[in-house]
């Protein structure tokens, strides 16, 4: 008897567990289980395109040049182009891949729709950048999230809605020099936190005490800025 009643209190277990990790509109995200990722940032020219305060402007007319991946294992360390050399004023275009344990791409799980991608946010940690707002001369550092699209085709509507699985970043000239430590992450959210989330918060060293939640992604490598061309 005892026996079965052990069996019967497993199986109803089994089943609870799985009514909670099957989601009913089958776009939730594959939270664990990303084997690995890649960063690729393309490096953009434009006469209009420009650092401006928190954001940058002339993005859209841009050109994009050449491409650099960095690599990622499942623990979320770069494998590959770990060390980036980055001219300081030159704008990235930075987007993220992921694969889950079956080599099938997630990232755009991410942002299938508005009620999935309001639990997500990119933050780009560490390094301890000057802000670009914080500059004397529009010289400093802009990670600026910026999607257009979720993936059900409505329109991503503001900088409070954008996660940051395609973001633009600067280092900035008065960034140059040292070699920075960063943190890719991404991070899951408590509800109602997300629509919080300023410009300015992408590299707030208490992000995880200010913004609750659980990172998905923590993609670990190094910046070195360069002397770029002045203007």
Known sequence: MRKNRFAAFVLVGFTVFS?????????????????????????????????????????????????????????????????????????YKI??????HTDKEVQNDFIASKAVADTYKAFLIGGDFIL??????????????????YGDGTAVDGKFETTGILSYF???????????????????LDPGVKAKIERTDWNRSDYATQFPGENVLELKFEIHAEEGHHH
């Open 19 to 91: 009514l909670t990790s099957c989601n009913k509109d089958g776009d939730e995200p594959i939270k664990e289980g990303i084997m690995r990722a890649e960063l690729i940032l393309t490096e953009l020219s434009g006469e209009a395109t420009e650092a401006h305060g928190d954001h940058f402007h002339g993005l859209d007319g841009a050109t994009e040049g050449e491409s650099i991946i960095v690599k990622f294992d499942e623990k979320g360390t770069a494998t590959s182009n770990g060390h980036l050399h980055l001219e300081a004023d030159a704008i």
């Open 95 to 100: 987007q993220l891949k992921a694969w889950d």
């Open 132 to 149: 670009n707002p914080d500059s004397d001369d529009e010289s400093g550092a802009i990670f600026q999230p910026r999607e257009q699209t």
């Open 170 to 188: 600067t280092v900035g000239h008065d960034n140059e020099g040292a070699t920075k430590k960063v943190a890719y992450v991404l991070r899951e």
